[in-house]
């Protein structure tokens, strides 16, 4: 019913910067709130950035290097990353919290995209 899509991951050399989107689509009647996560190898999917229509919140670790935003007409939300570490290697996935139009609330996710930080 609900659909996420990824793009914007890829290769990238330390201090680099990379932007991230996710649009939602199919049978959405709000969402109230989306963010990104990432899941290194070996490693637990952990929050990188979030955002309600109030507010934001992120890691300590990429606080001060990446910013998350949406654009709430096209039921998109992005993840720009600045200062690119290789320790942000990882795959990110796209998360909202959806409301369908049947008035249902479950969370969707995309299927990933990778983000390699390497020279």
């Known amino acids: 019913q609900v659909q996420l899509v990824e793009s914007g991951g890829g290769l990238v050399q330390p201090g680099g910067s990379l932007r991230l989107s996710c649009a939602a689509s199919?049978?959405?009647?709000?969402?109230?709130?989306m963010g990104w996560y990432r899941q290194a190898p070996g490693k637990q999917r952990e929050l990188v950035a979030r955002?309600?229509?109030?507010?934001?919140n992120y890691a300590d670790s990429v606080k001060g290097r990446f910013t998350i935003f949406r654009n709430n007409t096209k039921n998109t939300v992005y993840l720009q990353m600045n200062s690119l570490k290789p320790e942000d290697t990882a795959v990110y996935y796209c998360?909202?919290?959806?409301?369908?139009?049947?008035?249902?609330?479950?969370?969707?996710w995309g299927q990933g995209t990778q983000v390699t930080v390497s020279s």
């Open positions: 955002i309600t229509s109030g507010s934001t």
């Open positions: 199919g049978s959405i009647f709000s969402i109230n709130a």
């Open positions: 998360n909202a919290a959806v409301v369908t139009t049947t008035r249902a609330s479950f969370d969707s």
